[in-house]
């Protein structure tokens, strides 16, 4: 059973832009890389910094804080120092609207 809410509008971020916002008590970073839409946690596994402070990269973002880099599609560390994958969670686009099922994971 899937439970997607409305997060955002599809014209709300540009290519290579991004958007915390929180659910339930957790902190969530929408993410547009070039077109392709992401919703990861917010904080780095590492130090426990924000995400939303680093950018984006093809897609992947980047820790401002240490440089680590991590795969938006999965969530898996790219760079040291981070070695713990952030969570990905699934993702549709429907008539303009970006949806999260922050129940489920990619």
Request: net charge negative.
């Amino acid at each position: 059973m899937s439970h997607f809410i409305a997060i955002a509008t599809t014209d709300e971020l540009h290519a290579n832009e991004m958007k915390a916002f929180e659910h339930e008590g957790r902190r969530l970073l929408l993410v547009n890389a070039n077109g392709e839409f992401y919703v990861v946690d917010e904080m780095c596994t590492h130090e426990d910094y924000s995400l939303a402070l680093g950018c984006i990269k093809g897609n992947r973002i980047k820790c401002s804080l240490h440089g680590s880099y991590f795969d938006l599609a999965t969530g898996a560390p790219d760079d040291e120092p981070a070695d713990e994958p952030i969570c990905s969670y699934k993702v549709k686009v429907e008539d303009g609207q970006v949806w999260v099922d922050p129940t489920t994971k990619r």
